[in-house]
């Protein structure tokens, strides 16, 4: 969240933030950027949400904040920490606290006393993406979805602003920022099965400022698996992989971009319940890389297709003792749970044992209700 600026927006001069040069940065760590920034973020790594809204009310308190940029700052963390935690009501009532976030009181140019010679908004973006979110969590989807648009608006007149003024590491922050509100909005969509507005999207990103990302057009051909166009999906898939013969590889490492290659093919065999090719392409995807837990939950799930409930629970048991702060998540936990029901008598005893392990080393917003015990 704090890995680019305090900020969204900056004159020229305070494009340091996103510098590929650190050199040419006024801000050589995270505690320059803002009062022990970097514990923060280390806390959220750890998935230790109730830490920080202790540091936060303890900043408070004893007033360490001194600019308003760090106010805003700590803000940010405190409600994703809320949100963590699924405070819902306390997230709106300290947002609503904010008002206008587009006020001048959050413009460098209404503090040049501190901020000398730097104009622009000092929101941080990840404040004005909870601000859209939170309606949902609160029934009001609509809501949700109309601010999701106007932050996807927000964002593209940034990357046109910044693109125009030849800031090129700044305009393709924005970028990201775009793709990761248009990647919201379609699992928004997604969830109501709104297919046809998902693919669009996708492809105006596409035809547009993305036509080399090659996990956007992985998304666009799992939606087009999931509306029957198994063809069109063929398609996408098929174009992914001559991308890597080009080296459009987008943000993506080498390992990663074949991974997502091989989970691709997989999709395709699962489709055509070819379980086995399926176990295949995943199992080569572990070997690159033992952490992807899609590869992983996925081969055990092809594995019980396969009527393999021994092999499907030890792969999921296994990442849990590998990789335990990455395969730890709720999907994973409900599917070997399940297993267990499938497979033991004493399931009850067994899951008691998973869920007492996972209150041990599970970051604060785990939902252990998914052991369903």
């Not at 992914?240 to 395709?268: D, P, Q």
Request: aromatic share 8%; net charge negative; proline share 3%.
């Amino acid at each position: 969240m704090a890995t680019d600026s305090p900020s969204e927006d900056s004159t020229p001069a305070a494009d340091g933030f996103v510098a590929s040069d650190p050199l040419s940065s006024p801000f050589g760590s995270l505690n320059d950027l803002c009062y022990e920034l970097s514990s923060l973020q280390e806390l959220a790594t750890r998935g230790s949400w109730r830490s920080i809204l202790d540091k936060v009310s303890r900043a408070r308190k004893l007033s360490l904040l001194q600019k308003p940029h760090e106010h805003l700052c700590y803000f940010s963390y405190n409600v994703l920490a809320l949100i963590k935690l699924r405070r819902y009501g306390d997230v709106s009532e300290e947002l609503a606290s904010l008002e206008d976030l587009d006020h001048s009181i959050y413009q460098y140019e209404s503090h040049p006393d501190v901020y000398p010679g730097r104009s622009g908004s000092m929101i941080p973006f990840a404040l004005r993406w909870i601000h859209a979110e939170i309606p949902l969590k609160l029934g009001k989807r609509q809501e949700t979805l109309d601010r999701l648009y106007t932050l996807l608006d927000f964002a593209r007149t940034r990357v046109d602003e910044k693109g125009s003024r030849g800031l090129g590491v700044s305009a393709d922050v924005w970028k990201r920022r775009e793709v990761f509100v248009v990647n919201s909005i379609i699992g928004h969509h997604l969830s109501h099965k709104e297919f046809g507005v998902c693919v669009s999207l996708i492809r105006q990103l596409l035809s547009g400022r993305c036509r080399d990302d090659p996990a956007l057009v992985s998304k666009l051909g799992c939606i087009q698996l999931q509306i029957g166009d198994l063809e069109g999906a063929k398609a996408s898939f098929e174009l992914v992989e001559k991308m890597g013969k080009e080296e459009r590889l987008g943000s993506l490492s080498e390992i990663e971009f074949k991974n997502l290659v091989n989970r691709n093919k997989a999709l395709v065999y699962l489709v055509g319940k070819d379980y086995v090719s399926a176990v295949r392409e995943y199992e080569e995807c572990i070997e690159r890389d033992g952490s992807d837990v899609v590869a992983i939950n996925n081969k055990a799930l092809c594995l019980m297709y396969l009527r393999d409930l021994s092999d499907s629970i030890k792969v999921l048991e296994n990442a849990l003792e590998r990789v335990p702060t990455i395969a730890l998540n709720e999907t994973l936990v409900v599917n070997l749970c399940s297993m267990y029901e499938l497979a033991y008598v004493n399931h009850s005893d067994i899951k008691r044992t998973l869920s007492n392990w996972i209150a041990r080393v599970a970051p604060d917003d785990f939902d252990s209700s998914c052991t369903r015990i």
